[in-house]
């Protein structure tokens, strides 16, 4: 699918959890709260077609406006120097002595974001990237790391599609399912709404789209997602949604989905 890049970094955030930072607190409506300020930040990160996107999204961010350099090779001391460099270079050339870039605690701290899970994501990454990029005679995979599908993200899509084929799911499409699925809820105490329903197509479960996920009250709801974690608590939910068009299922898994309509 010509977009290793972006699915290695998809991977390695997925296994680094709680990128997002949410503090707590009963002021969200508030917007100085701390909690609001948080979702502000989280906004300009989110993505409409999901919150694998919204991953590459944070990573690329940060790649771009932070300075971050590991333990190794001299940490936090040499993320300042370094910023110093940028800063006389930037003089030199007639500009200010600021830089566009910031140290990656600061960037965490002003866009809410975990700083350890982040480095724990990009460590995977190189990891994984090692190994793609490794030769096969040195049990490696051979893999092209630099392949990249730039802005034409539908190829990243339908990859993760016939990644997550197992785990897909489509929005209920009439009102008598919809229905079925909202008193089945009720009478387990939980408060429902009537958007938001789908069912996996592996099991036919009913399941809702995580309050977390880009994907959470978006309007219209996208017709059918994959994801990539099921969490049951007195709702049944997914996290890690992305959307996909339904007709991609069958075309990147013809065998399992041959008797479907």
């Known amino acids: 699918y010509n977009c290793t890049t972006e699915m290695l970094t998809a991977i390695s955030m997925l296994s680094a959890e709680n990128i997002f930072y949410r503090p707590g607190g009963n002021e969200e409506g508030k917007g100085n709260s701390l909690s609001a300020k948080a979702a502000a930040a989280h906004r300009r990160f989110a993505s409409y077609e999901g919150d694998l996107p919204t991953m590459l999204n944070v990573y690329d961010c940060w790649r771009k406006e932070a300075i971050y350099v590991c333990s190794s ?6 993320q300042k120097r370094r910023r110093r460099q940028m800063e006389e270079a930037s003089q030199s050339k007639g500009g200010t002595s600021k830089t566009g870039k910031i140290l990656h605690g600061e960037w965490c701290m002003r866009n809410f974001i975990s700083g350890r899970s982040l480095v724990r994501a990009h460590d995977v990454r190189n990891q994984l990237q090692e190994i793609c990029a490794r030769d096969k005679q040195r049990n490696g995979l051979s893999i092209d790391v630099k392949q990249s599908c730039g802005d034409d993200m539908m190829f990243f899509y339908k990859c993760a599609c016939a990644g997550l084929f197992m785990q897909a799911a489509t929005r209920f499409s009439n009102s008598v399912e919809i229905n079925k699925a909202i008193r089945k809820e009720m009478a387990g105490g939980a ?6 329903k789908y069912k996996t197509v592996s099991g036919g479960a009913e399941v809702s ?5 880009a994907l959470f009250n978006r309007n219209p709801p996208p017709k059918c997602v994959v994801y990539t974690e099921l969490l049951v608590t007195k709702r049944t939910y997914i996290r890690g949604a992305t959307q996909i068009r339904e007709e991609w299922l069958k075309e990147v898994a013809p065998k ?5 309509k």
């Open 256 to 260: 399992f989905f041959k008797n479907s």
């Open 191 to 196: 408060v429902s709404s009537s958007r938001g």
């Open 209 to 213: 789209i995580h309050p977390t996920s």
């Open 73 to 78: 090779q001299g940490g936090k001391k040499e």
